[in-house]
T-cell receptor, first 115, second 111 residues
Framework: EPEVTQTPSHQVTQMGQEVILRCVPISNHLYFYWYRQILGQKVEFLVSFYNNEISEKSEIFDDQFSVERPDGSNFTLKIRSTKLEDSAMYFC?????????????FGPGTRLTVL | RKEVEQDPGPFNVPEGATVAFNCTYSNSASQSFFWYRQDCRKEPKLLMSVYSSGNEDGRFTAQLNRASQYISLLIRDSKLSDSATYLCVVNIPSSASKIIFGSGTRLSIRP
C-alpha cells in the first residue's frame, strides 16, 4: 500500500539554526500539507500546497517557514531560524482531492527538538 | 465556539465494553468528516470517513447530525488494541480542503 514517507524521523538542532524537513507524498496525490503537533497538544494545520504554490496557510506559518517541491517527488518544509517553541512533531500529508474523496494520508512525522 | 470540540477523556473501560465518543463542529459549511486514531507519538491514521447516512465498519459505527453539527463514533466489543486517542476531523471548505483536528479523546481499554 502506498504511503507518505518523511525524513529524518528525529532532528535535533540549536536555536537559530535552519532545518529542512523532507516528505515524499503518495505518488499520484496532488495536494500536500504540513501539520505540527506540540507534545500533548492537538494537530495543527500549517500549510497546504497545490500546483507548485501555497493554497492556504495558518497564522503559525509565518515568514520563518517556507515550503518547496524541488523535484517531482519531494516536498519540504524549511524553518529558517528555529525557536525553542518550534519543538514539535511535524507531519506531512497528501491527498488526491477529487469529488469522491478528500481524505488526507499522513506520514510518520519528524520529531524536531530545538535546544 | 471551538472549530472542532471533543471530550478529552480519558475513557477507561473494560475489554468488551461499548464506548461512544462525541464531537461538535462550528463551520456549517463543512462537508467532510473523519475519525482518525493516533497512537502515542505516532501519526494520525484514518479510522473511517463519516457519511450523512451513518456508516459502519466492523465494530465501529459513525454518525453525523448536520442539523446539530455533531458527529459520533461508537466502538462495540472493545479490544485492548483499541487503546489510542481518537481524533474528530472536519474539513473547512477551501481550495485545498483544509482539515481541522479536535483535541482528541483518549481511550484506555483494561483487561
Amino acid at each position: 500500500e502506498p504511503e507518505v514517507t518523511q525524513t529524518p524521523s528525529h532532528q535535533v538542532t540549536q536555536m537559530g539554526q535552519e532545518v529542512i524537513l523532507r516528505c515524499v507524498p503518495i505518488s499520484n496525490h496532488l495536494y500536500f500539507y504540513w501539520y505540527r503537533q506540540i507534545l500533548g497538544q492537538k494537530v495543527e494545520f500549517l500549510v497546504s500546497f497545490y500546483n507548485n504554490e501555497i493554497s492556504e496557510k495558518s497564522e503559525i506559518f509565518d515568514d520563518q517557514f517556507s515550503v518547496e517541491r524541488p523535484d517531482g517527488s519531494n516536498f519540504t518544509l524549511k524553518i529558517r531560524s528555529t525557536k525553542l517553541e518550534d519543538s514539535a512533531m511535524y507531519f506531512c500529508a497528501s491527498s488526491v482531492l477529487t469529488e469522491d474523496t478528500d481524505t488526507q494520508y499522513f506520514g510518520p512525522g519528524t520529531r524536531l527538538t530545538v535546544l | 465556539r471551538k472549530e472542532v470540540e471533543q471530550d478529552p477523556g480519558p475513557f477507561n473501560v473494560p475489554e468488551g465494553a461499548t464506548v461512544a465518543f462525541n464531537c461538535t463542529y462550528s463551520n456549517s459549511a463543512s462537508q467532510s468528516f473523519f475519525w482518525y486514531r493516533q497512537d502515542c507519538r505516532k501519526e494520525p491514521k484514518l479510522l473511517m470517513s463519516v457519511y450523512s447516512s451513518g456508516n459502519e465498519d466492523g465494530r465501529f459505527t459513525a454518525q453525523l447530525n448536520r442539523a446539530s453539527q455533531y458527529i459520533s463514533l461508537l466502538i462495540r466489543d472493545s479490544k485492548l488494541s483499541d487503546s489510542a486517542t481518537y481524533l474528530c476531523v472536519v474539513n473547512i471548505p477551501s481550495s485545498a480542503s483544509k482539515i481541522i483536528f479536535g483535541s482528541g479523546t483518549r481511550l484506555s481499554i483494561r483487561p
